[in-house]
């Protein structure tokens, strides 16, 4: 856990959430609704580049296996 | 005024000057927003992209930030970083003050030219002693300034030195500095022609009635306001 907390993969997690911060924002004017679009935003994109990382691993794994 | 139009109701925007706003959006990230009075917004983008910003200029050591349109070093990074506006004003000045060949201004601190016996090419120097014995020979390293001198892609130079004293890290700043642009690039299209309503939300939020009784309040003059989502503008 503590190596993972320390990886340079962990430089992603500040970048998401200004990314969402900001994209959620530019949304819309209501706080409530720039909140939802924060939070959907951030999942989102979570998933996405997860999913791409998990595909790449996978790859990775199967190419030295 | 401009109105923009979703099923959950009308939100009114002053946007003033927009072109304005988007200068001042670019100039200082939040500060369009400040100037129409979108103060929440304003801020909210104003802490978010510049520590955005300033992380990554600190994770590069402030050297990730510089303009450069030499042979082997074309700095393309540097179009997107400059969105985030005054902060890297330096790097402009750096880039067009003084010849090609001129040391750059605000020295940080200076390298050991090549071919120095027992000490590695380009290595800091550490001892100002050292630097008054070399003279013109020292490399100089600027405040926000491209590597100094020529960049070849077979020998070492200033840039492969900070790469190899920077590590992965120098990859890394730049995509901070570089996305902290890319998001400004939102902000000033937000401050030019206001938010970019999405339908999809407004259906998952359909349970929150403050929001509906704050944006049916907002709800002065619905009628006149185009149904797309951003094409509602009125005069007023």
Known sequence: ?65 | MVFFESPKGTVRVELGNRYLAALYAWLLPGAGHFYQGRYAKGLLFSLTILTVYFVGFWLGDGRVVYASFKQNDVRWQFFVQCLVGAPTFPAIVQATAGSENAPPLWIRNYRYPPNQAGRPAFSRIEDPAEVERLGAAAIPDGFMAAPYGEVTLSEPDVLSAWHAELGHLFDIATLYTFVAGLLNLLVIYDAFAGPGMLFEGDEEDEENPSDDAETTAKTAEPKDAATSPKSGESKD
């Open chain 1, 1 to 65: 856990m503590l190596q993972l907390l320390t990886s340079p993969y962990m430089h992603i997690v500040p970048l998401i959430a200004a990314a969402a911060i900001v994209f959620g924002a530019t949304r819309d004017e209501r706080p409530a609704y720039i909140l939802a679009n924060i939070v959907r935003s951030a999942l989102w994109m979570t998933v996405f580049l997860g999913g791409i990382m998990c595909v790449l691993l996978g790859l990775g794994w199967f190419l030295r296996g």
